[in-house]
């Protein structure tokens, strides 16, 4: 026994009573008795007997596993979306299955073939910058895998989806800086090509046409990269080539955090000069100087609620709907924009 793992078969040797018997206790089935369920428990604790979960999903259908698909785990609201599916996972009896797409269409639908290949219950994704079509997605549906999209959603695909009003955000953010005094306001966007930044550009446009301003289409940037760096060298060059404005909403916060790093090495004082709002409230929106303005979306409640919707699917109590479920936001003010 030390080499090899315990059986139901080496349990029952053990007690003395047949497989079936030791299957059914351990499985707490009514007809065998407190006290033979307890030698049995407490033999297979002994010889630290655990299921067989190929053989158990071989069996029930199920793995009682979830798989996850996300752009990227470093981004602190992918983590913290993580957070809240696992949460809601584990109270339900389910493990979860993390993959990052790198946001690359062939990276994606490795991961997902992958995740089918193991034969999850369900599907969450979170759908990468660079997708080029559906067909993986129509694969999951064919083979009745319960799917869900939270944060980003495709097109023409009969799927729930867990997100927020990125446009709506996007005008709270722009009539802030509006209301605070702004006359000329930068956009940097996310890859433009995006729903998702498109969504965000065109609430920054309806907040400044909603404010009588005109809008400057060569006042929105693309940062297909979405990192500080691309947003740096952009906002840097268009500094040093005697561009002047005196409000930034970028799409997110690491766009924020490059665009106040040109800001700053060009001389200008953040908010006295240029007033910044970005846009997820990541975790070192605090840490930065000065601390940053940003619209928080809860990954963790988006998080809970696409696992929820996908536990109703695969449970059968909800059938597969092509609803958009929305979450609030909230603007959160701080040094940046003041």
């Not at 919707?309 to 929305?326: F, G, H, Q």
């Amino acid at each position: 026994m030390k080499n090899k793992q315990a059986t139901i078969k080496d349990i029952a040797k053990e007690i003395g009573v047949s497989p079936s018997t030791v299957s059914r206790a351990l499985n707490d089935h009514p007809a065998i008795s407190a006290a033979t369920k307890v030698r049995i428990k407490a033999k297979a604790k002994e010889l630290k007997y655990e299921p067989n979960i190929v053989a158990l999903s071989l069996k029930n259908k199920t793995t009682k596993t979830i798989g996850v698909v996300i752009p990227e785990l470093i981004h602190f609201f992918f983590s913290s979306v993580i957070s809240g599916i696992e949460e809601v996972a584990y109270n339900n009896g389910y493990t979860v299955m993390v993959c990052q797409s790198k946001e690359s269409h062939d990276k994606e639908v490795k991961d997902v073939m992958a995740l089918l290949s193991h034969r999850v219950d369900g599907l969450l994704i979170s759908q990468a910058k660079e997708i080029q079509n559906n067909d993986h997605y129509d694969e999951i549906q064919g083979r009745g895998v319960p799917l869900v999209f939270f944060d980003r959603m495709p097109s023409g695909v009969k799927a729930p989806s867990i997100i927020i009003d990125d446009a709506s955000a996007a005008q709270e953010a722009t009539q802030h800086l509006i209301e605070r005094g702004c006359k000329s306001i930068m956009h940097l966007g996310s890859n433009l090509d995006m729903p998702i930044s498109k969504a965000r550009a065109n609430g920054y446009r309806r907040a400044l046409v909603e404010s009588g301003m005109v809008v400057d289409e060569n006042m929105i940037l693309d940062c297909p990269s979405s990192v500080q760096n691309d947003s740096y060298s952009q906002i840097l060059a268009l500094l040093e080539s005697g561009a002047k404005f005196d409000g930034l909403f970028a799409s997110n916060d690491l766009l924020a955090i490059g665009a106040i790093k040109a800001l700053k090495q060009f001389g200008l004082s953040i908010p006295q000069d240029v007033a910044v709002v970005g846009f997820s409230n990541w975790n070192f929106c605090d840490m930065v100087d000065p601390p940053l303005s940003s619209v928080n979306q809860s990954g963790t409640a988006m998080g809970r609620r696409a696992m929820e919707r996908l536990l109703r699917m695969i449970v059968k109590v909800e059938e597969n709907t092509n609803d958009v479920i929305i979450l609030d936001t909230a603007l959160i003010v701080r040094k940046s924009s003041k």
